[in-house]
T-cell receptor
Framework: DVKVTQSSRYLVKRTGEKVFLECVQDMDHENMFWYRQDPGLGLRLIYF???????EKGDIPEGYSVSREKKERFSLILESASTNQTSMYLC?????????????FGPGTRLTVL | AQSVTQPDIHITVSEGASLELRCNYSYGATPYLFWYVQSPGQGLQLLLK??????LVQGIKGFEAEFKRSQSSFNLRKPSVHWSDAAEYFC???????????FGGGTRLMVKP
């Protein structure tokens, strides 16, 4: 059974803290994605990676960075968390080739920044 | 601006009733089209997709969707809804090859007993 796991289901942080969200997939997928999900806005792509150490900006990269040191792991970093980054964060992966062929999603991390 | 629109934010149907969730897009060419479902506490799961060919697409869990080029629509349907179908549904579009998924705002489905 394919699996994408995220390190936390719920996270509460203070404004200005550095925040790490971790994602691990066990499907040997080349592509990995970080999305932000907000009510009424659907999912918006923050960053994606098509290979180890490779990254590309998505639609809303401001305030975020990413790291992919190993194929199975893709981290999202909030350098200095702000209240407007309170949201649900979803990680996804897909096999090499087209980015849009079925993406497999993790359960999400609900982040609250106080 | 190019976009994906799901006009209904919330829909409530009775168990056993039929369901249609609407999705419209504003891209010029025929895009690649998807429907995903997010059950409570779960990640998104692909229900079905359309790339080309037959405009009526069958998916998992008894869902189907019909692509209508003239209406720029890709509506999701199910003839008889079950309580376990209560979830949020997302339409997603890839404008053309090499682009990323663009998601609609989602429709939350509630099922009455």
């Amino acid at each position: 059974d394919v699996k994408v796991t995220q390190s936390s289901r719920y996270l509460v942080k203070r404004t200005g803290e550095k925040v790490f969200l971790e994602c691990v997939q066990d499907m040997d997928h080349e592509n990995m994605f970080w999305y932000r999900q907000d009510p009424g806005l659907g999912l918006r792509l923050i960053y994606f990676s098509y290979d180890v150490k490779m990254k590309e900006k998505g639609d809303i990269p401001e305030g975020y960075s990413v790291s992919r040191e190993k194929k199975e792991r893709f981290s999202l970093i909030l350098e200095s968390a702000s209240t407007n980054q309170t949201s649900m964060y979803l990680c996804a992966s897909s096999p090499q080739g087209t980015y849009y062929n079925e993406q497999f999603f993790g359960p999400g991390t609900r982040l609250t920044v106080l | 601006a190019q976009s994906v629109t799901q006009p209904d934010i919330h829909i409530t149907v009775s168990e056993g009733a039929s369901l249609e969730l609407r999705c419209n897009y504003s891209y010029g060419a025929t895009p690649y089209l998807f429907w995903y479902v997010q059950s409570p506490g779960q990640g998104l799961q692909l229900l079905l997709k359309y790339f080309s060919g037959d405009t009526l697409v069958q998916g998992i869990k008894g869902f189907e969707a019909e692509f209508k080029r003239s209406q720029s629509s890709f509506n999701l349907r199910k003839p008889s809804v079950h309580w376990s179908d209560a979830a949020e549904y997302f339409c997603a579009v890839v404008p053309n090859a090499g682009n990323m998924l663009t998601f609609g705002g989602g429709t939350r489905l509630m099922v009455k007993p």
